[in-house]
């Protein structure tokens, strides 16, 4: 089963932009003459990309459905058809997923995104007065909102697989010269040409009690992978391969970045992605929130979890070939210092909660 072709603008050569100038401080490390073993492709980014994570939680799933969930269907318009969002300011991507957490919350997680900061600001005044009455509600509701400067993403995908930014049809796709080997995530990051983006880890930091609404201003360098794969497009072999040889250490990988948060992987939500009704769909996202990018490196290139995920990925590769089915996507975006995240009485380890000084708002 071959995945359908989605509707994207490819472009015949990367953008000369993404290419480590001769005198950039810090070199790629492609090796010198490597061809990947599958060509990938990346997204031209707007000047500033905002990706906002909206959540809402409960100890029991049928929950989930009520004030919150009321409101993202009015404010967010449908995830399967963009065109349909109430306002031009409305976002131009949405996504439904769910979860259940450590402390066995139930989440449904909604992800927008604009293409301009100016849009999105527009768009958040006229839903901020449901944000401001939220804490007198019982629900516990979040949301993490990232404003993205280009060259602080970067992107990866399949052209027959389209996820996240590349689902907007304004999106032009290039094939990227750096992918397929250890450091092509850093490579395709236009500031890493000048800059480390370090960051050390953060203590833990105990809330006085959680209730009410609370705000998290995050340090500099804080980096976010959303990372995909489906088996919508496999056939009974593939899945039953996928199923006993990728999905297990997939998942053990997932839950050591979730509950080791010395890794430097302070939140991990592993995601089934559904419709805005809480259907599930055969598509999984990780959403990561690292201290840096230097410790999402040292889990991909070092940790045994990684290793069993990545032999496992690579002993599939070779073994199918071009009919191959496992479809893969991510983004990664290393924040500038001064984003905000709200937590509205929500439990004390939800996302990066626990590990940045918080304001109470109220």
Known sequence: ?????????????????????????????????????????????????????????ALDAEHLDGEFMRWARIALGSSSSPSSAPSA?????????????????????????????????????????????????????????????SERAETIYWLDYPGGLMRDARTELYPTPYCGYYGAMRDRLPAAAEDLLDAPKPDRHVKSGTHGRWRVTLPHNVAVIRSAHTWQFMDEEQLADYGRKLKPPLEKGMDFLATTPESGCLSLRWLTVTNEEGVEKPEAHAT???????????????????????GAAVARYKHYGGRNQLRTWHEVFVLPEGQTFEYINCHPETGLLPFFDGERVS
């Open 89 to 149: 300011d409305a976002p131009c991507i949405v996504d439904h997923a769910r979860y259940t957490d450590a402390a066995r919350y139930h989440h449904h997680v909604v992800v927008a995104y604009w293409r301009n900061p100016e849009s999105y600001a527009r768009w958040s005044a006229s839903h901020e007065e449901w944000w401001n009455t939220a804490a007198d509600r019982s629900e516990g509701v979040y949301r993490e909102v990232v404003h993205v400067p």
């Open 1 to 57: 089963m071959r995945p359908p072709l989605p509707i994207v603008n490819p472009r015949v050569d990367p953008p000369q932009l993404v290419y480590r100038p001769q005198d950039a401080k810090i070199q790629p490390r492609k090796p010198e003459g490597f061809v990947p073993a599958v060509q990938r492709w990346s997204a031209v980014l707007p000047d500033e990309l905002v990706v906002a994570t909206f959540g809402v939680q």
């Open 288 to 310: 990561a929130y690292f201290a840096s990018l230097g410790d999402m490196e040292v889990w991909a290139e070092r940790h045994r979890t990684h290793a069993a995920i990545f």
